[in-house]
């Protein structure tokens, strides 16, 4: 397959329509790479519980049109970053599924020493829309192509001037990248010092998208009452790097019915998920 240059033409390129299947035992690895434990965390590492599904595990099946984009587009994997992700779930995830995704190139951003993408994926099974996911790679390198330079992003991350209404604490593992790739990601940059090295970093890095789920966790405990039924929506950005081994700060600050804002930061008060917002049903 021939991959095409990062340029503006590209907004709208639609990838071939793709099957994903997945199992309990997939929904149950997922949810220890995200950090699930017993036994507070049964419900969804253990069959007899059912599984029940996080319901971040949508960017696994989602992921499906990064990874077009990454066979079509101009790009070297070294310095890939993800940028941002958002689902937006209409049913709870079952645990055992096949959907049919579709996807699409829906922004390209030229800011001068990277490039920017977006990718919109939408999964359906036989009982119609699942969930939809949005995420952007900023790939290092690969601006200066002659585009819009699109939106800026500056800090953006509002909070309210007041203190969390909740705070969850969860602490990452040294294996944590290697349990979370066996769902998919299996870029080497998170698990090989010598690959890491070449795109420019001291050591692995934990996925940011393993960030974003133990963060959306902590969301669906504190807000949803661990019930994947009452979760609707969970965006973010993802602004620093997290090290494996870190503790991870999920502050929560409800604005109205429905609709928190959120931020997960380092236990020294270091953003690595900013401009994040969730909503639930209640």
Same mark, same amino acid.
């Given at each position: ?42 419900? !969804? =590492? ?37 940028? /941002? ?34 990718? /919109? ?23 200066? !192509? ?20 909740? /705070? ?10 290697? =349990? ?10 998170? =698990? ?29 405990? /504190? ?13 973010? %950005? !993802? ?30 008060? %270091? ?12």
């Amino acid at each position: 397959m021939t991959r095409q240059p990062i340029s503006p033409d590209l907004v709208g390129l639609e990838f071939p329509v793709s099957t994903e299947t997945w199992s309990s035992k997939d929904v149950m690895l997922y949810a220890l790479g995200v950090g699930a434990r017993p036994v507070a965390d049964l419900d !969804f =590492i253990y069959e007899g519980r059912g599984p029940r599904v996080l319901p971040t595990y949508a960017v696994i099946p989602g992921g499906t049109a990064l990874r077009w984009m990454m066979r079509m587009v101009e790009m070297r994997l070294e310095m890939l970053l993800h940028g /941002e992700q958002s689902i937006e779930l209409f049913r709870p995830l079952p645990p055992e599924a096949s959907v049919e995704v579709t996807g699409r190139i829906t922004e390209v951003w030229d800011k001068g020493k990277a490039a920017v993408l977006g990718v /919109e994926s939408l999964a359906r099974d036989a009982d119609g829309d699942l969930f939809r996911t949005h995420a952007t790679l900023f790939v290092r390198g690969a601006g200066g !192509f002659g585009g819009e330079r699109g939106p800026s992003v500056g800090d953006g991350d509002t909070v309210p001037d007041r203190a969390p209404d909740i /705070e969850a604490r969860f602490e990452t593992r040294p294996e944590q990248g290697a =349990i979370y790739r066996l769902s998919g990601d299996r870029n080497p940059i998170h =698990i090989d010092p010598k690959f890491a090295r070449m795109g420019g970093f001291d050591s692995p890095f934990m996925h940011g998208l393993c960030t974003y789920g133990i963060v959306g966790r902590a969301v669906l405990r /504190e807000l949803c009452a661990d019930d994947p039924a009452a979760f609707r929506s969970f965006q973010g %950005r !993802f602004a620093d790097r997290v090290m494996y081994g870190d503790t991870i700060v999920t502050k929560i600050w409800r604005t109205s019915d429905g609709e928190a804002i959120v931020r997960g930061e380092t236990a020294d008060g %270091r953003a690595v998920l900013s401009q994040s917002r969730a909503s639930f049903s209640v």
